[in-house]
């Protein structure tokens, strides 16, 4: 497994920005597909972006366009670039790491998982 540590999240008006990192602390980090998920209280656990070792990207819809999922192999770190954010983006954001060569959707289908960073969106 893969220790990964996010930071980067708070508290900003909506239509602000924010930057989440996520740090691996394992050699061999631009081998694993790498996603963002994020978890409001109630809710289930939901998709935001993926990227793999290509660095071929996938976003779920309701971020398409606000969102950017990066990654700097070399500095093992993973970002996610939040623009013009939404009440609705509030959750607890989460990067995790998957081995193989293909990205997934699923959570189930990552091996490693950050503790996660707040991030809330006032109107």
């Known amino acids: 497994q893969v220790h990964l540590v996010e930071s980067g999240g708070g508290s900003v008006q909506a239509g602000g920005s924010l930057r989440l990192s996520c740090t691996a602390s394992?050699?061999?980090?631009?081998?694993?597909?790498m996603g963002w998920f994020r978890q409001a209280p109630g809710k289930e656990r939901e998709r935001v972006a993926n990227?793999?070792?290509?660095?071929?990207?996938s976003y779920a819809d309701s971020v398409k366009g606000r969102f950017t999922i990066s990654r700097h192999n070399a500095q093992n770190t993973l970002y996610l670039q939040m623009n013009s954010l939404k009440p609705e983006d509030t959750a607890m954001y989460y990067c995790?790491?998957?081995?193989?060569?293909?990205?997934?959707?699923?959570?189930?289908?990552?091996?490693?998982w950050g503790q996660g960073t707040q991030v809330t969106v006032s109107s």
């Open positions: 394992e050699y061999g980090f631009g081998y694993y597909c």
């Open positions: 990227i793999d070792r290509y660095g071929s990207t």
């Open positions: 995790a790491a998957r081995s193989g060569v293909h990205c997934a959707w699923s959570p189930n289908d990552y091996n490693s």
